[in-house]
């Protein structure tokens, strides 16, 4: 496979160093993508990021993961507004090892392989380098001229905030993260996001000034949403990747609510699907775009990717119960993390229990819960056929609740006129 050009395809490839894909196609190449441990879980922006590392791998390169133990101290002020805070030693190994277990849900580590993917931490040739010792063997290579002629740096220091000295330094950290690794690792190949352009190349310089090794690049644009919004961002905020912050059913939910130009374009990138069957699934598309058969599908396969195939087979079952017709025997085989995730913003009500025991009034229970104003707005909605209970329709007020209709003996899901849900839970 050429990598390069299936990069270029899918919409994953935008800066490129001269003799980049020649040094690919003339051997197994070792290459590196840098990860910042800001959080204990990566989220879908860093998809992207771990997704060349799988191409790469796939075309028969090997891949390196550098989690940043030492850069994560500093804060990359690649075009942010202003200085990260500072993370503590303890947070910064709790997030490194969190990635570290992600990571390894998608790369191959497996030693018998020549390719096989490694995961490094630039702590680990940092933490024994003098501040003296550092500006005296790798600083004098660079000049303060060529680091302030960097677009993420010039932005920095026109702007309101500045940039401090310990930001300013950032490029030849992460410069020499490269040349470290060029010359202990012989990997010659840096990618990332086209924000890391600059500071990759610096990386390539330096390797070119200390050592006169081979060194090259390649980046990938940042994603951007057709609306204008920033990609993997919700009402909730981030879609993360880990099941813990972000549901499956939640981070299904974000693929398949995606607009027809964010699908075309997604469907490229967060998959590996073959060019004939995108080609072919996008004009089926186009057809008939109101049966959502691209986002479905998008959805599908990055959430198999992401979380397995069981937890996409739960949030398609999910969406049924909101969104489709699933039967009451559907919603009563989930469990109870299972039912609360998928009702996750569902207004939620509480209701005695012993009104259960006692067989509850179906009008009386609509209206005390306050799912209805008054008793005569909820009778006339059993009556003209507008309520279900836990997907069963309610076919007249003389209907009673008991304890045996509550899903995991404590909840019931209440449905007025299509869409409109609400979680009864007995206390």
């Excluded at 740096?153 to 060029?182: A, M, P």
Aim: with cysteine.
């Amino acid at each position: 496979m050429n990598l390069i050009e299936e990069l270029r395809w899918r919409g994953m490839l935008q800066d490129i160093m001269p003799g980049t894909e020649e040094q690919l196609n003339r051997e197994m190449t070792s290459a590196y993508i840098g990860f910042d441990p800001t959080a204990d879980s990566l989220h879908i922006g860093s998809l992207v990021p771990i997704l060349l590392l799988v191409h790469l791998q796939k075309a028969g390169h090997k891949p390196f993961a550098l989690v940043g133990g030492a850069t994560g101290m500093v804060g990359d002020p690649s075009f942010k507004a202003e200085e990260r805070k500072m993370l503590d030693e303890a947070t910064l190994q709790q997030n490194l090892a969190g990635i570290r277990a992600q990571l390894a849900h998608f790369l191959d580590f497996n030693e018998a392989l020549p390719n096989a993917a490694e995961i490094v931490n630039n702590y680990d040739w940092f933490k024994n380098i003098s501040f003296l010792d550092f500006i005296r063997d790798v600083g004098k290579h660079i000049t303060v001229n060529y680091m302030m002629a960097k677009d993420s740096v010039k932005k920095r220091i026109e702007g309101d905030s500045g940039i401090s000295f310990t930001e300013f330094t950032y490029q030849l950290i992460q410069g020499y993260d490269y040349y470290w690794l060029n010359k202990h690792k012989n990997c010659k190949l840096q990618m990332g996001g086209s924000d890391q352009w600059g500071n990759i190349t610096t990386g390539t310089e330096l390797i070119r000034r200390m050592s006169g090794g081979e060194a090259f690049a390649f980046t990938c644009p940042l994603l951007t949403k057709a609306d204008g919004g920033k990609f993997g961002k919700t009402e909730r905020g981030n879609v993360w990747l880990d099941p813990k912050k972000t549901s499956p059913y939640q981070f299904y939910q974000f693929w398949l609510n995606a607009s027809d130009e964010d699908a075309i374009k997604w469907i490229r990138i967060f998959t590996f699907l073959p060019k004939t069957d995108i080609e072919q699934l996008v004009a089926t598309h186009q057809e008939a775009p109101h049966l959502r058969l691209l986002q479905k599908k998008l959805a599908e396969e990055i959430t198999s990717l992401v979380h397995g195939r069981e937890e996409f087979e739960f949030a398609v079952k999910a969406s049924e119960i909101l969104f489709g017709n699933a039967t009451t025997e559907v919603l009563q085989s989930l469990n109870e993390d299972q039912l609360l995730q998928v009702m996750e913003g569902v207004p939620a009500h509480e209701y005695a229990r012993t009104a259960f025991e006692a067989g509850a009034d179906i009008v009386s229970f609509l209206a005390d819960t306050g799912i209805f104003p008054s008793k005569g707005e909820a009778r006339k909605m059993v009556q003209s056929g507008g309520i279900s209970i836990n997907k069963v329709k309610v076919e007249g007020i003389d209907a009673k609740l008991q304890i045996s209709d509550l899903l995991n003996n404590s909840y019931l899901l209440v449905q007025k006129g299509r869409r409109n849900y609400f979680l009864v839970k007995a206390v």
